[in-house]
């Protein structure tokens, strides 16, 4: 019993967190928090797992007695309709809470997709847990982990990152109307994604397994469709960050060179390294902090030019603009 506890713990968590640091890795030219990519995490660990569970427990009595003895049509209505409607409701209002307390920090559509990836995590990797739990060997608990955390371990980060495009759709909209379509939309996304995932899925434990075939296709395709807004919207941050510090190259905030560096993520990493390696621990410091408020002052200015003031952008412009200032002198005399 220890084994498999020791197991499941390990299979259930350990394989999220490493799809969590991938995700984070991404976020190349302007780092979210720490601070949020850790709450949103913890948000769908243990909140959304505790309030999903209790949703569905009250949701299931009448499910229940609406189809009596019909074993199979009360796992389809508990798994394809109860379980995605109170699950991505639950794991985006986590989302929608970062989103409308700190939506200066929602800047793209990759940050939607990275807060709704990290709710969708955590919430896998208890989820996964429990499931692996039910497990009557370590034999057991291992090729259970392998569907759950290899083969369909992205789902859930999948599904609430829909919400998060949704959210992220909204942040650039002046109109009420249109940002809470945006909002609803994500959210039907995901709950369509999820229910599509589930479908599969009980179809292949109550009749068929190749319903298992049909919930991998689904979720590989909404995975890859994820990915290509993921590369398009880090284009698009890179696109900000080239013509909005092109200006302060011309105003003299910084350099040609370092405008460059900043429009590139591997020029990025370069100096960085190389400011690393030159045994200057201060000045790799200097660097990483020049380059990251560099992508920061270009997104506030992007938010500006969209969005207007936004009750204080503009200071936080001209405080931005004077520590670029101030760090690039500082870097071009070390």
Known sequence: MAAVLS????LGIVPMTVYTLFLWLFD???????????A????????????????????????TALFGNNAFAQALVRTSLIA????????GFGVLMIFLAFRREFDSVFDGILYGGLVGFGFAAIENVLYLLSAASVGGVIALAFLRAFIFGLNHAFFTSLTG???AL???QKNRGVQLLLIAAGYLAAVAAHSLHNLGATVASETNAIGLLFSWLADSAGILFVFVVIVLALWREGKWISDHLEEEVRAGTLTERQWQTARSVLRRLGASWGALFSGDLGRWRRTRRFYQECAELAFKLHQIKRMGDEGGNGQIVVRLRAEVGELSRALQGA
Do not use: H, M
Request: hydrophobic share 60%; net charge negative; charged share 15%.
């Open 40 to 63: 949103a995490f913890a948000w769908g660990f243990l909140p959304s797992a505790i309030l999903a569970v209790i949703a569905q427990v009250i949701l299931d009595v009448p499910a």
């Open 28 to 38: 190349r030219y302007e780092k979210e928090p720490l601070a949020l990519l850790l």
């Open 170 to 172: 909204a942040r650039y």
């Open 84 to 91: 995605p409607l109170t699950e991505e409701a639950i794991k």
């Open 165 to 167: 495009i949704g959210l």
């Open 7 to 10: 197991l499941s713990c390990l």
